[in-house]
T-cell receptor, first 108, second 115 residues
């Protein structure tokens, strides 16, 4: 069945460092892999997505890489800032299957 | 505000009562999704509509849950005979197949507490 595993569940970094979150999926049917940021008490917000016809996509300090052979995709945040602190979810597919989230804490 | 809206934002009810939530998608978005999110977990897919047609329901959607989208615009999610395990955030999202069909925009959610 559809499943996506997300690691790590918590991540603490110093301001200015990079953060990497990885997700592994089980089914090759989908070609769409979004990442969402959810701040406490707020709605999930799409921050970046990637489709299977590309291996990497970048938007300022955020990048996503996709390895279809290994069935994993990763979120990379560079030059982290305290306002990056939130829960990040990977998702898979059009009727999105979500990972369990990574709580990122950026310490000033 | 032209984003997805949900009403109410919070609902407290007693076990056994029925509750109904409403979602208004982004104007002209023809796809509408319902998710449930519990603390510390990612959103779990419940059901989705394309226009007024309910195309898929998750096995999470027990027979106490029913969703409608009668005119292909707003949608309602009803939970009958609520149980304490129904306490969660209920999220609605919408997308358009005339734009990017897979990019979903989420509403603020309805937080349900069943006592």
């Amino acid at each position: 069945g559809e499943n996506v595993e997300q690691h790590p569940s918590t991540l603490s970094v110093q301001e200015g460092d990079s953060a990497v979150i990885k997700c592994t999926y089980s089914d090759s049917a989908s070609n769409y892999f979004p990442w969402y940021k959810q701040e406490l008490g707020k709605r999930p917000q799409l921050i970046i997505d990637i489709r299977s016809n590309v291996g990497e996509k970048k938007d300022q300090r955020i990048a996503v890489t996709l390895n279809k052979t290994a069935k994993h995709f990763s979120l990379h945040i560079t030059e982290t800032q305290p306002e990056d602190s939130a829960v990040y979810f990977c998702a898979w597919g059009g009727k999105s299957t979500f990972g369990d989230g990574t709580t990122l804490t950026v310490k000033p | 505000d032209t984003g997805v809206s949900q009403d109410p934002r919070h609902k407290i009810t007693k076990r056994g009562q029925n509750v109904t939530f409403r979602c208004d998608p982004i104007s002209e978005h023809n796809r509408l999704y319902w998710y449930r999110q519990t603390l510390g977990q990612g959103p779990e897919f419940l059901t989705y509509f394309q226009n007024e047609a309910q195309l898929e329901k998750s096995r999470l959607l027990s027979d106490r849950f029913s969703a409608e989208r009668p005119k292909g615009s707003f949608s309602t999610l009803e939970i009958q005979r609520t149980e304490q395990g129904d306490s969660a955030m209920y999220l609605c999202a919408s997308s358009s197949d005339r734009e990017d069909v897979e990019t979903q925009y989420f509403g603020p959610g309805t937080r349900l507490l069943v006592l």
